[in-house]
């Protein structure tokens, strides 16, 4: 291969490898002949459209490599990932087990195929093979981040943060952790973390609504007017509420009959200002951000 060629190759993996598919992209318009056949360009190709949501796009052109490269282990872990982002759960199945009959002990994928089965709502299944993918990379970000993920859908968010926690000290830079990070720190009442790190993944990904829309709600939670309801959002209304009626009949009970009603129309003005007060700073913001 000339050198040319090697050198649109490298720097497409470079863009890549530091977040900007969109470049990768334009590295390999170019190519043409053998070049274009080149296992790196459908292994960079496929990973960039992936990155850039054109999943359809990602999955013929991962296709086209297996149809050249045959069983390749980064291909199909690509491809199952497209799959499952696609939506097309039993097809991405099958691409993992595929990879995995070549390399029953690859972490990545077992990851790829614990997340397929999250997303399909068995959890323990999942939870089971990002255990088996740690026992080769215990270190590895990508299986705190997959701890992270079952955590969640467990819903057990103290974990959750544990792990993501990890994940993110692992890249800084990385945003799915970012977005792990901060869905975590609000799930367990820090809105000051949770903003920060969910503001950080929304500014990396301009196009991405979804993480947009996360950033908007973790600066609506840790606007100022929202503080006194942290306890709403650090543990269930339903148990806040529970322990708020238990303590005005303990009141009683303790013949301190003033104290509990005080503490009972305090409690009425809490509830009136947690149902008015986030939707009339929602309201207020929007404006503000012109939406």
Same mark, same amino acid.
């Given at each position: 291969?000339?050198?040319?060629?090697?050198?649109?190759?490298?720097?497409?993996?470079?863009?890549?490898?530091?977040?900007?598919?969109?470049?990768?992209?334009?590295?390999?318009?170019?190519?043409?002949?053998?070049?274009?056949?080149?296992?790196?360009?459908?292994?960079?190709?496929?990973?960039?459209?992936?990155?850039?949501?054109?999943?359809?796009?990602?999955?013929?052109?991962?296709?086209?490599?297996?149809?050249?490269?045959?069983?390749?282990?980064?291909?199909?872990?690509?491809?199952?990932?497209?799959?499952?982002?696609?939506?097309?759960?039993?097809?991405?199945?099958?691409?993992?087990?595929?990879?995995?009959?070549?390399?029953?002990?690859?972490?990545?994928?077992?990851?790829?195929? #614990? &997340?397929?089965?999250?997303? $399909?709502?068995? *959890?323990?299944? %999942?939870?089971?093979?990002?255990?088996?993918? /740690? =026992?080769? +990379?215990?270190?590895?970000?990508?299986?705190?981040?997959?701890?992270?993920?079952?955590?969640?859908?467990?819903?057990?968010?103290?974990?959750?943060?544990?792990?993501?926690?990890?994940?993110?000290?692992?890249?800084?830079?990385?945003?799915?952790?970012? #977005? &792990?990070?901060?869905?975590? $720190?609000?799930? *367990?009442?820090? %809105?000051?973390?949770?903003?920060?790190?969910? /503001? =950080?993944? +929304?500014?990396?990904?301009?196009?991405?609504?979804?993480?947009?829309?996360?950033?908007?709600?973790?600066?609506?939670?840790?606007?100022?007017?929202?503080?006194?309801?942290?306890?709403?959002?650090?543990?269930?209304?339903?148990?806040?509420?529970?322990? #708020?009626?238990?303590?005005?009949?303990?009141?009683?009970?303790?013949?301190?009959?003033?104290?509990?009603?005080?503490? /009972?129309?305090?409690?009425?003005?809490?509830?009136?200002?947690?149902?008015?007060?986030?939707?009339?700073?929602?309201?207020?913001?929007?404006?503000?951000?012109?939406?």
């Amino acid at each position: 291969m000339n050198e040319p060629i090697e050198a649109r190759l490298q720097l497409a993996g470079h863009w890549l490898q530091i977040g900007h598919p969109e470049r990768t992209l334009d590295e390999l318009e170019g190519l043409w002949g053998d070049a274009a056949l080149d296992y790196r360009a459908f292994l960079f190709r496929g990973a960039a459209l992936h990155a850039l949501d054109r999943n359809d796009e990602a999955i013929a052109v991962l296709r086209d490599g297996l149809s050249h490269y045959g069983m390749s282990g980064p291909l199909l872990q690509l491809l199952g990932s497209a799959l499952r982002a696609a939506g097309q759960l039993r097809e991405a199945e099958s691409v993992y087990l595929q990879g995995l009959s070549l390399d029953p002990n690859e972490p990545d994928l077992l990851l790829g195929y #614990a &997340l397929v089965c999250l997303t $399909a709502g068995q *959890t323990d299944k %999942a939870s089971a093979l990002v255990e088996r993918a /740690a =026992s080769y +990379a215990p270190e590895s970000a990508a299986v705190s981040s997959a701890r992270a993920q079952v955590a969640f859908a467990q819903g057990k968010h103290k974990e959750m943060r544990q792990h993501s926690q990890k994940a993110l000290s692992a890249d800084p830079e990385d945003t799915g952790a970012q #977005a &792990l990070h901060g869905t975590a $720190a609000l799930l *367990t009442g820090d %809105a000051k973390s949770g903003y920060r790190s969910l /503001a =950080s993944a +929304a500014a990396s990904n301009p196009a991405d609504t979804d993480l947009r829309g996360a950033a908007r709600e973790a600066k609506l939670a840790n606007h100022p007017l929202l503080r006194p309801l942290w306890p709403m959002q650090r543990f269930n209304p339903l148990v806040v509420w529970i322990a #708020a009626v238990a303590i005005i009949q303990l009141l009683r009970f303790a013949g301190l009959r003033p104290l509990s009603t005080l503490f /009972a129309i305090s409690w009425l003005a809490y509830c009136i200002y947690s149902w008015v007060a986030p939707p009339l700073v929602r309201r207020w913001l929007n404006w503000r951000w012109g939406s």
